[in-house]
């Protein structure tokens, strides 16, 4: 089975571009997870979808941020503009509720933002 | 509100050697407790994970960890490592016990050395 699928793995984009992040969660997974990973903070929860549906969104740090999830199989997460501090790994997650105590982890989209 | 403290930013052994890797929590419920690795440049993977039942919890690749609720914590072991152990550890607790949603600590980098 395909695992949790994140485009783009890598991107590097200047100073107040916008930034689109995708992920594919897997099929027949009913909640998803937005994380975001830096050295100084660690790894923050930004948001999570349960049945396509945001249930919290208190992790995204600012307006600029903001997550879409239009079906089952697709989330997108958008930086606008992005700013350098914004440089991190985002990693999305998918679980299936009723949760068994796992969530599976997309192999992470590298944010440098110049 | 739930937090995870873990103790050891880096712990540097030589293979085969045993290691022990710490871990805290701050909850005012009853909790699920987990652990993570991460290789690099990948997502995060679950170890084992403690829900109910016996304290002493066994995972993936020889590591465990033992539940221990009056000093809060949830120390992984293994016996003894191999090279291919180095990773990051995240230790991770459910908020609202039960809930999907995970706050992590900020990680234990194990080298394991020849």
């Known amino acids: 089975d395909a695992g949790v699928i994140q485009s783009p793995r890598h991107e590097v984009t200047e100073m107040g571009q916008e930034v689109t992040l995708r992920c594919k969660p897997i099929s027949g997974h009913n909640s998803l997870f937005w994380y975001r990973q830096t050295m100084m903070r660690g790894l923050e929860l930004l948001i999570y979808?349960?049945?396509?549906?945001?249930?919290?969104d208190s992790g995204m740090p600012e307006d600029r941020f903001s997550a879409k999830m239009p079906n089952a199989s697709f989330s997108t997460l958008k930086i606008q503009p992005s700013e350098p501090r914004d440089s991190a790994v985002y990693f999305c997650?998918?679980?299936?509720?009723?949760?068994?105590?796992?969530?599976?982890f997309g192999e992470g989209s590298r944010l440098t933002v110049l | 509100a739930q937090s995870v403290t873990q103790l050891d930013s880096q712990v540097p052994v030589f293979e085969e050697a045993p290691v022990e890797l710490r871990c805290n929590y701050s909850?005012?419920?009853?909790?699920?407790l987990f652990w993570y690795v991460q290789y690099p440049n990948q997502g995060l993977q679950l170890l084992l994970k403690?829900?109910?039942?016996?304290?002493l919890v066994k995972g993936i690749n020889g590591f465990e960890a033992e539940f221990n609720k009056s000093q809060t914590s949830f120390h992984l072991r293994k016996p003894s490592v191999h090279i291919s152990d180095t990773a990051e550890y995240f230790c991770?607790?459910?908020?609202?016990?039960?809930?999907?949603?995970?706050?992590f600590g900020k990680g234990t980098k194990l080298t394991v050395n020849p």
């Open positions: 991770a607790v459910s908020v609202e016990g039960g809930s999907e949603k995970l706050v």
């Open positions: 909850s005012s419920v009853s909790v699920y």
């Open positions: 997650a998918s679980s299936l509720v009723p949760w068994a105590g796992e969530l599976f």
């Open positions: 979808f349960n049945n396509n549906v945001p249930i919290d």
């Open positions: 403690y829900l109910s039942g016996s304290t």
